[in-house]
């Protein structure tokens, strides 16, 4: 493989994890909004809503980008954050299919079933109007500040193989 092809998987993963950590600093302010009543849960969800799932598709794409590229390294680095990030796509996909199953669920819920929810097949997200909201929160609360580090982290040392890379061929 060319230094060329090592300097590009590298620069672009960089790119893509500075966009992540990025991700996660606003997420961390969306709930420290929440946490201060700025915002409301309903609102934390609609912020949120259109970020998760392609955080995930990104940290994905880097991960299979690594191996493909074989940087085994990189990719192992990569791959506990990724299996997690496909637990909890499954778990909350779940979760959200028996909840829609049962007859009681919607007797059940604090709040009403929001109809611009109600249909829509990707249940991986965090939807407003269901009872699980509060444990979806305090769940994205609490793993947001690791995912930021993890992302921060990923960031320097991918910047670390771009300038390593760059140096060896001066």
């Known amino acids: ?36 009543g700025i915002l409301l849960p309903r609102d934390v969800c609609d912020l949120l809503y259109k970020l998760i799932f392609p955080e995930n598709i990104a940290h994905a794409f880097l991960a299979v980008l ?18 997690y990030n496909l637990h909890r796509m499954r778990a909350f996909s779940l979760t959200e299919q028996h909840n829609s199953k049962s007859p009681s669920h919607h007797h059940h819920s604090p709040l009403p079933r ?31 500040p690791y995912k930021a580090a993890f992302y921060g982290i990923t960031f320097i040392w991918y910047l670390h193989q771009v ?7 001066v």
């Open 114 to 144: 929001n109809p611009q929810y109600a249909n829509d097949p990707r249940t991986w997200q965090l939807d407003p109007s269901t009872r699980e909201i509060f444990e979806e929160l305090v769940i994205r609360r609490t793993e947001t």
């Open 1 to 36: 493989m060319t230094m060329d092809a090592v300097d590009s998987v590298f620069i672009f993963s960089t790119c893509t994890a500075f966009g992540l950590a990025l991700t996660m600093v606003f997420f961390i302010l969306t709930f420290r909004d929440l946490d201060g």
């Open 66 to 83: 690594l191996l493909v590229t074989r940087h085994f390294e990189a990719f192992f680095i990569n791959a506990p954050l990724l299996l």
């Open 163 to 169: 300038v390593s890379a760059f140096m060896d061929t």
